[in-house]
T-cell receptor
């Protein structure tokens, strides 16, 4: 039973516009959330994270929002660039455990 | 980039044969993980290690075993490969269980594409 769900398998966005990726989780014990980016034939790379004590974390063009009551987080990319075309994975963990639970991923395509 | 290598990068094998995948790190990180990536499933944890000779099962461990005799090496073995084990396998490492704020970034290797015919 997947505890982290990314219900949109793909997203297409025009260059310069905002990309919004969504992620839902079911385990209320999760208190740390991460986003990873993956290019074809490469391993995932860490992008941004957020602790449950915060509701927003920003790093350059990337912002993650956390809504604990809804068990929902989102990743905003503004503005979207062609190099952002990749698969994005949402992941979650409990700080008492070092295992990560991953969503199925969302493939983002940025159109010129 | 974290110093993580995986070998081989690609392998084709036949059903019933044993296969060993190797993960090597130069970061001296304590924790190491093996994941498989399949369409529609994201990354699923197979086994992990929290120290030399200390390993435990993940969510999809059936048919797999692991060994860690040195900090830098984590081996994944398919005792008798099956077609359902055709996948991309990723090794990951992390420094510690808990940093300030409960952080637990894992750093991934480049992956091994395994095909079982």
């Amino acid at each position: 039973d997947q505890q982290v769900k990314q219900n949109s398998p793909s997203l297409s966005v025009q260059e310069g516009r905002i990309s919004i990726l969504n992620c839902d989780y079911t385990n209320s014990m999760f208190d740390y959330f991460l986003w990873y980016k993956k290019y074809p034939a490469e391993g995932p790379t860490f992008l941004i994270s957020i602790s449950s004590i915060k509701d927003k974390n920003e790093d350059g063009r990337f912002t993650v929002f956390l809504n604990k009551s809804a068990k929902h987080l989102s990743l905003h990319i503004v503005p979207s660039q062609p190099g952002d075309s990749a698969v994005y994975f949402c992941a979650a963990s409990n700080s008492n455990d070092y295992k990560l639970s991953f969503g199925a991923g969302t493939t983002v395509t940025v159109r010129a | 980039d974290a110093g993580i290598t995986q070998s081989p990068r690609h392998k084709v094998t036949e059903t019933g044969t044993p296969v060993t995948l190797r993960c090597h790190q130069t970061e001296n990180h304590r924790y190491m993980y093996w994941y498989r990536q399949d369409p529609g499933h994201g990354l699923r944890l197979i086994h992990y290690s929290y120290g030399v000779k200390d390993t435990d099962k993940g969510e999809v461990s059936d048919g797999y075993s692991v060994s860690r005799s040195k900090t830098e090496d984590f081996l994944l073995t398919l005792e008798s490969a099956t077609s359902s084990q055709t996948s991309v396998y990723f090794c990951a490492i992390s420094l510690t269980l808990r940093l300030a704020g409960g952080q637990n970034e894992q750093f991934f290797g480049p992956g091994t594409r395994l095909t079982v015919l």
